[in-house]
């Protein structure tokens, strides 16, 4: 095995089989992999290569651990991630709550004064939580009144309560709730300065944001690609789908549309790596990007019709994996409705 | 230590930046923040953290509250604290 794709290509049946990567298989799978980079170009350019294989969900467990290794870079936690890069820690991010959405000022999850102060809470939809070793979960801390004062905490796995959200994520990359009771603080490792979590989570959430980004734009080319193989293949009425020029323009369209958004990742990618990044940037790539690779997604469905469902379902497996995008780095919605205000502020958007 | 009303012009840099504050909008020390900007909890933060940033200081979990942040005046007091330390 000479390459992370060999090696990849030759478990993935295996994987999707069990519904994860096994935990052996990971840590060769880091032997190939630069675990925990310090830079996004590296992390795009992994997801690029694994995207190579038409799984998402394996590329976003990945992405997931990467979220996390960042956020232990931004909170000096380096003395973890030398275990993170060799795969001997897979991490999970826990930031949602039920009815709280990723609203931070929202969190209920929180330290009873004591002693011994205890942290408890509830956190669902986490990406990785079937798997993590290690879970950085956001907690209120104190009274901020409209302030969210937030804390990180460090789990173990043996600390949390973990249900599999069956059905909910990828195929690779499943979902999970998880209850925390009464946790003693003193048996968990807080993340950076007390009270301050807000910031470190607004960074990780940047370059979440724009991790979807990478997922989305890259998809997306890899599903144009394999759509014009199946036009150029497919004949109807004795000749293929793609001289019906119903097909060659939407195809022409859509290339189009993907071709920008690619451009745009590699702005903010390089951007973020540079520290110059503009949050309007990475909101609006999140927000077109996910809506562009759900929407080629099903038209791809739409296109493959009934060759498809008789084949297996490809393309509909695919539109239910990329779904989980809109909600990763925050709903769609909430970037969508900050985008507006920005744009109707009085000194309005840049550019 | 800075002056009061140095600390405010600097708020106000800060606000037009970060909270889209209006260019003929003049921060006073009875200002509350939310009736000139558009504010919510996300942008509150990114401001104390701006603030931070332009005065080089860190203020202490305990001293931050959303009427300390959102009150002009109460907020270049405690940055006035900080800076003349």
Known sequence: ?351 | MAERSEIIDRLTDVARAELGLAEDVELTPDTDIREVAWVDSVRLMTYVEAVESAFAIEFDIEQLSGEVVTNVGKLSDLVAEKVGR
């Open chain 1, 1 to 351: 095995m000479s390459t992370v794709r060999d090696y990849v290509d030759s478990r993935l049946a295996d994987w999707r089989l069990e519904g994860q990567v096994p935990r052996a298989d990971w840590q060769r799978f880091a032997d190939l992999v630069p675990l925990a980079a310090d830079r996004l170009a590296v992390v795009d350019s992994m997801i690029t290569e694994l995207l190579g294989t038409r799984d998402i969900g394996l590329a976003g467990t990945y992405a997931i651990n990467e979220i996390c290794a960042r956020l232990l870079r931004l909170t000096n936690a380096d003395d973890l991630l030398p275990a993170v890069g060799s795969g001997q820690l897979r991490l999970a991010l826990a930031l949602t709550e039920p009815g709280a959405g990723s609203d931070l000022a929202r969190l209920q999850t929180a330290v009873s004064p004591g002693p011994p102060a205890m942290l408890s809470g509830h956190k669902t939809f986490i990406a990785n939580g079937t798997i993590a070793d290690l879970f950085i979960v956001a907690s209120r801390s104190g009274d901020g009144g409209s302030l969210p004062l937030i804390d990180l905490h460090v789990l173990r796995r043996d600390q949390v309560e973990i249900a599999d959200l069956h059905g909910v994520g990828a195929q690779l990359m499943r979902l999970a709730d998880l209850r925390i009771d009464e946790v003693p603080v003193a048996e968990t490792r807080r993340l950076g300065r007390p009270g301050r979590g807000f910031r470190y989570v607004n960074r990780v959430l940047t370059f979440e944001r724009a991790i979807v980004g990478c997922l989305a734009v890259r998809f997306a080319r890899v599903l144009l690609e394999d759509l014009g193989t199946y036009l150029s293949e497919r004949e109807v009425f004795g000749a293929p789908l793609i001289e019906h020029g119903f097909h060659r323009l939407r195809l022409g369209d859509w290339w189009a549309e993907q071709r920008v958004l690619a451009r745009a990742l590699d702005r903010v990618v390089a951007d973020i790596d540079a520290g110059t990044d503009l949050w309007q940037d990475v909101f609006a790539l999140k927000v077109r990007a996910s809506a562009f690779v759900i929407q080629l997604a099903m038209g791809l469905q739409h296109v493959g019709g009934a060759s498809d469902w008789i084949d297996g379902g490809r393309w509909a497996r695919v539109v239910d994996d990329v779904r989980w995008l809109t909600l990763a780095g925050g709903v769609v919605e909430v970037l969508q409705d900050r985008l507006a205000r920005d744009a109707l502020a009085p000194n309005g958007p840049p550019g």
